[in-house]
């Protein structure tokens, strides 16, 4: 089996662990309570997943790289979130992550490049947060994680829509208005008493 065939079998066990850890997860926030055992879970699947990446640099090693005698560490390499394109290539993170890559194959060098976070369209944001939590929680210690859930309530139709909750507002549609009490709110904003 190649260091590919490994990446991949990686991807699909997590995606096997994802919905034990979404319902173990989905219990903690019904308990208010992260267990230990769900902080592993999800440290085993974030680990998985970074060593799908790792291993996936080894099979482009392997496979378009100079063979030297003696078999250098390899990792994927990333830019840090305080990084530009500019400091990444700079730095030679992608050499000394990959040795000989960037002779032997300057578009995987550039594929590489579009997959962080610096590239267009920022699809790659979550690269830097992931490889940071994977580092804390591999060498430090078991991140717990946080959820932030804010109420909303959203009414709509006929041409007006009520959100209520943080930062409530109303909108109004042309034409229409909202009675409250012995109130209209008009769309001109016009509030009428009546």
Not at 27 to 48: D, G, M, R
């Amino acid at each position: 089996m190649s260091a590919f065939d490994d990446a991949k079998s990686l991807v699909a066990h997590a995606q096997g662990e994802l919905p034990t850890i979404k319902r173990a997860y989905e219990e903690s926030l019904t308990s208010k309570n992260i267990s230990a055992t769900l902080l592993v879970e999800i440290k085993n699947f974030f680990e998985n997943l970074r060593s799908a990446l790792d291993f996936t640099a080894h099979g482009l090693f392997d496979r378009h790289c100079a063979k030297t005698g003696k078999k250098p560490k390899i990792y994927f390499p990333y830019a840090t979130a305080s990084q530009s394109r500019g400091e990444f290539e700079k730095a030679g993170r992608i050499e000394s992550c990959i040795p000989g890559l960037s002779a032997a194959r300057p578009d995987v060098v550039e594929t590489i490049l579009g997959m962080q976070h610096f590239a267009e369209g920022g699809t790659f944001a979550w690269l830097p947060p992931f490889m940071e939590l994977n580092n804390e929680n591999k060498h430090q210690r078991l991140v717990p994680q946080v959820r932030r859930e804010t109420k909303e309530l959203r009414i709509t139709g006929g041409g007006a829509s009520i959100s209520l909750g943080q930062g409530a507002s109303i909108s109004l549609g042309q034409g229409a208005s909202i009675s409250i009490g012995d109130a209209v709110i008009c769309s001109s904003s016009d509030l009428i008493v009546q």
